[in-house]
DNA sequence: CGGCATCCGGGAAGATACTG
DNA sequence: CAGTATCTTCCCGGATGCCG
């Protein structure tokens, strides 16, 4: 038995798993190929179109174009267009939608321990910052304070850390301690695969500005968890 | 630039993300149809080919013997051949299987609030147990000790709730202070529905064996979170 | 340029039948 | 019971083109 089209707001994929569990029912809602990943890119805040193709590549415009339909329709995001003048069309998460950033940490969390992960692939500044908040660890940042700047591709972000806490967003950088010049992989060097910041420096992938000591700190707050053992 | 096929233990689908996203590769892992579905399957140990068949109405054969190539391909679950005589090869889940579980739990939470969630399809065995699992609410559970014990389609499911906490696991009933017997979707009924138990039973569509009094608290102990208004 | 429609090739998923 | 074989359907990805 199919479900057929709904006459309401909502749509849903031709196939369903037909399964009451919450788990398949999300899999019916944003199962489908690029559908997580299309949020992943939103979690910052709204995109356009040609954002959203430049952080997926790979995608088609084609298949971007079904995904924002699809979740559109199941009210995981809108589209709005901008007030005049510029009145361009952007798309951005409903508040439900930015509820589905758990999935994307419980997938992150989970695949990292892969041996066949590979983070030397390209890396988007969305997913950086939003790797951040995932792997973040409170007891390694006790006590410590800062505002750290970066400045990825074009677009600003700033991560405030404090009482324990992270948060990360799209915004311009103001009062920051230290700013990272660069690329989001080259960042993700720093972090997550160890690499010396002089080191970044000198290959010319990365400029870091402001206070060493901080930055220097910042680098050692997100612990990845152990590979499994093969 | 694709992957190639690795000449190791490991195999990717053909098509692959290419990101260094944590969730991106997840989606590489797990993301293809049925797979999440299948795991969750056997959240609560090993299980058959046929008795997977039967949990996941509407998986085809070869898909499902594709999901468990991958998935042992990924090391996320192992064939096992039980000692003789019945010789009878299972699957299980690796240790790092398990660990998806928190993927589950955030895909089903997430999608419980989606207007567009239907309670009354079927249900399985197992993904009332983890919903239970899931859903938990430790102050409502709060001084309450029980151990309840359920015979949904021929299997005997026990779960324990004391301290806050639930445990939930495929076990034979024992010393338990309240029994259902019945399916998957009439316990889900009395449990996110609210029907009454009286009215399941007097339907015929649950037994409840045992203290009522425990029965009754247990089938609140576990809210769903509120719909998106639409 | 942004967004969407259309066509096509390849491959994954679904249904059914068949085999050790 | 545990899959395999075959066939069909449909989704995905790429390319092209239209239109504001």
């Given at each position: 038995m199919k479900l057929e089209k709904t006459t309401n707001a909502y749509s849903l994929p031709?196939?369903?798993?037909?399964?009451?569990c919450g788990a398949a029912h999300a899999l019916d809602l944003v199962g489908e190929r690029w559908a997580l990943l299309v949020m992943r890119e939103l979690m910052l805040g709204p995109l356009r179109f040609s954002d959203l193709r430049a952080a997926l590549p790979g995608i088609s415009a084609n298949v971007l174009t079904q995904r924002l339909e699809g979740l559109e329709g199941i009210g995981a995001l809108v589209r709005r267009r901008l007030p005049p003048p510029g009145a361009v069309q952007v798309y951005e998460l409903t508040p439900w939608g930015y509820e589905a950033e758990p999935i994307l940490q419980a997938l992150g969390r989970w695949a990292t321990r892969s041996p066949m992960h590979d983070p030397t692939l390209p890396l988007s500044p969305v997913s950086l910052m939003l790797s951040f908040r995932t792997m973040f660890d409170p007891v390694r940042a006790d006590g410590f304070e800062a505002r750290i700047g970066f400045r990825l591709g074009g677009e600003d972000y700033m991560v405030r850390i404090g009482k324990g806490r992270i948060e990360a967003a799209r915004a311009p950088i103001e009062n920051a301690d230290a700013v990272f010049t660069g690329t989001a992989p080259a960042v993700a060097g720093a972090v997550y695969a160890g690499v010396p910041l002089a080191v970044l420096e000198a290959d010319g992938a990365l400029e870091v500005d402001g206070y060493r000591t901080i930055a220097n700190r910042f680098v050692t707050l997100f612990p990845l968890p152990p590979k499994i053992q093969t």
């Open positions: 031709g196939r369903s798993y037909d399964d009451a």
